[in-house]
């Protein structure tokens, strides 16, 4: 299948990552990935238990060809910098040329004229995410529709801000088809899956010592791949260095149950089950009227946490 799109702002040789997401330009991160997950999870072959074989194909070229790019590009801090300020530019010039900009559909010339910008654009935009990738045949006009909605609020947007512009003029309206522009081929497919790359980042933010946000990525990562031993290993490490050991326990045993040779785990949970007065769980567990006097100590600063990691949390 093609990957033509020769509308909004995909007609000036600019890929509308925004557009293919679905979300507004001035979307935040939390946003994006938000979105991100709902169509992952829409498009990725092990989620789509009732399609045929060519559907998960076409469903799983959307993902790495189109939906994968645009998330890594719009979640980078240095690459969504620099692509917001193209965008920023692409919507001044557009607005001192509005006069030659040609719209297709209803929704977009109904935003070039709504004295209501925002509100208008926003609902606009909620409202095409609701069934965007509903039939994998249509996703790109639905994408081009977005690029459309995406291209006139750039223009009113620039058209507002420049008090010494005057007001841009409403974009004409073309009837017919316009002229294809041909967007440059989508760069191939990354050979790490996306679950792999939340990996990595989880592992970078975890080496800065940067746990929150590692978990975050961790936790995306298994709503799309829950039984992932790497990553539950991953994350039972955040949580014994944020001291939540009873979430570590958890994590490594998920982590050993899905592979008993996962090596994170099989290094820390013994000590981990020591730690918290237990037995490796490989040995039989008996009891003693000496359990009492062997409470862990659950400070949280030179008990368990210095234990394991041999020494106070810094």
């Known amino acids: 299948m093609s990957f033509k799109i020769d509308r909004g702002l995909f ?6 990552y925004h557009a293919i997401l679905c979300v507004r330009v001035d979307a935040d991160v939390k946003e994006i990935r938000k ?19 060519a559907q998960k194909q076409l469903g799983n070229e959307l993902l790495s060809k189109l939906v994968n ?28 040329e509005s006069t030659s900009v040609t719209l297709n559909t209803d929704l977009a010339r109904q935003l070039a004229q709504t004295p209501n910008v925002d509100h208008f654009y926003k609902s606009a935009i909620a409202k095409l995410a609701q069934t965007q990738y509903d039939s994998l045949e249509q996703a790109l006009q639905v994408i081009a529709q977005v690029s459309e909605l995406n291209l006139v609020y750039l223009m009113r947007s620039a058209g507002k801000s420049s008090a010494a512009s005057p007001p841009p003029a409403q974009p004409k ?25 939340y990996v990595r980042r989880a592992q970078t933010l975890i080496d800065k010592n940067q746990f929150p946000q590692a978990k975050v990525e961790l936790q995306d990562a298994l709503k799309l791949e829950p039984k992932n031993s790497r990553c539950h290993s991953l994350i ?4 014994l260095k944020q001291n939540q050991l009873k979430m570590a326990k958890i994590h490594f045993d998920n982590a050993l149950k899905l592979d008993p040779n996962d090596v994170t785990a099989l290094q820390w949970k ?10 490796p769980s490989d040995h039989k567990v008996t ?9 862990p100590d659950k400070s949280g600063s030179g ?12």
């Open 11 to 16: 007609k000036y040789d600019f890929i509308d």
């Open 35 to 53: 979105r991100y997950l709902q169509i992952a999870r829409r498009l990725h072959p092990d989620s789509s238990f009732t399609e045929s074989a």
């Open 69 to 96: 790019p645009a998330y890594e590009k719009l979640t980078g801090d240095r690459t969504h910098a620099e692509y917001i300020v193209i965008l920023s530019q692409i919507g001044k010039r557009l607005a001192q």
């Open 173 to 197: 309206v073309q009837s017919g088809t316009p002229q294809p522009n041909t967007l440059p081929e989508p760069a191939p497919p990354k050979e790490d899956s996306i679950v792999e790359q």
């Open 236 to 239: 039972a490490m955040v949580y």
């Open 270 to 279: 013994p000590k981990l089950d020591k730690a918290l007065g237990q037995q």
């Open 287 to 295: 009891s003693s009227p000496n359990n009492k006097d062997k409470q």
């Open 303 to 314: 008990g368990l946490f210095g234990g394991l990691f041999g020494g106070k949390k810094k």
